[in-house]
T-cell receptor, first 112, second 117 residues
Framework: NAGVTQTPKFQVLKTGQSMTLQCAQD?????MYWYRQDPGMGLRLIYY???????DKGEVPNGYNVSRLNKREFSLRLESAAPSQTSVYFC???????????FGSGTQLSVL | AQKVTQAQTEISVVEKEDVTLDCVYE???????LFWYKQPPSGELVFLIR??????QNEISGRYSWNFQKSTSSFNFTITASQVVDSAVYFC??????????????FGTGTRLKVLA
């Protein structure tokens, strides 16, 4: 059982480049989330999706777009990367009773 | 607004000492859940415990114990006889139920625990 799978694990971008972080879960969860982790800031919610076809903004959505392609997949896109987006990104999912958040292993993104 | 405060940024203890990590939360909901997650140096986020707002019983799991007090809006985590392997960043989190029926999770800024041999 793979749980939540994120790709890539590491990425280096130049300012202005675009990229998509991929996330997939195999637990049949309805809700999926994208967080970013920065030193001293904890985990901050970027976007979340309550179900297939729906997405909502979290605390820090500026500069990002998301797509809930189907129940399994929830991608995060940076259209024009900025150095301020250098961070570790975590995808997570939970079931209908919110028992706990299952996290992916994270993506370390550097924007130069 | 929901908020989780972990005032301790970093704590250092010597192995075998007991240590308590503090967590204070704010919420207007009557039903909510509280969590602790551990992030070891390898970077993954490991679930430790969930507590619901109706259950104020303290919980003990091996060397770990949690003290939930609604009167002070606190959910503190104690490690007894700490070990070097306990060195990690610990996050406290609060979940709220949204109108859509999904859950939104708010995390504190984390406490970095260093256990010295």
């Amino acid at each position: 059982n793979a749980g939540v799978t994120q790709t890539p694990k590491f990425q280096v971008l130049k300012t202005g480049q675009s990229m998509t972080l991929q996330c997939a879960q195999d637990m049949n969860h309805n809700s999926m989330y994208w967080y970013r982790q920065d030193p001293g800031m904890g985990l901050r919610l970027i976007y979340y999706s309550a179900s297939e076809g729906t997405t909502d903004k979290g605390e820090v959505p500026n500069g990002y777009n998301v797509s809930r392609l189907n129940k399994r997949e929830f991608s995060l896109r940076l259209e024009s990367a900025a150095p301020s987006q250098t961070s570790v990104y975590f995808c997570a999912s939970t079931d209908s009773v919110g028992w706990k958040l299952f996290f992916g292993s994270g993506t370390q993104l550097s924007v130069l | 607004a929901q908020k989780v405060t972990q005032a301790q940024t970093e704590i250092s203890v010597v192995e075998k000492e007991d240590v308590t990590l503090d967590c204070v939360y704010e919420t207007r909901d009557t039903t909510y859940y509280l969590f602790w997650y551990k992030q070891p140096p390898s970077g993954e986020l490991v679930f430790l415990i969930r507590r619901n707002s109706f259950d104020e019983q303290n919980e003990i799991s091996g060397r770990y114990s949690w003290n939930f007090q609604k009167s002070t809006s606190s959910f503190n985590f104690t490690i007894t006889a700490s070990q070097v392997v306990d060195s990690a960043v610990y996050f406290c989190a609060l979940s709220e139920i949204l109108a859509s029926g999904t859950y939104k999770y708010i995390f504190g800024t984390g406490t970095r625990l260093k256990v010295l041999a």
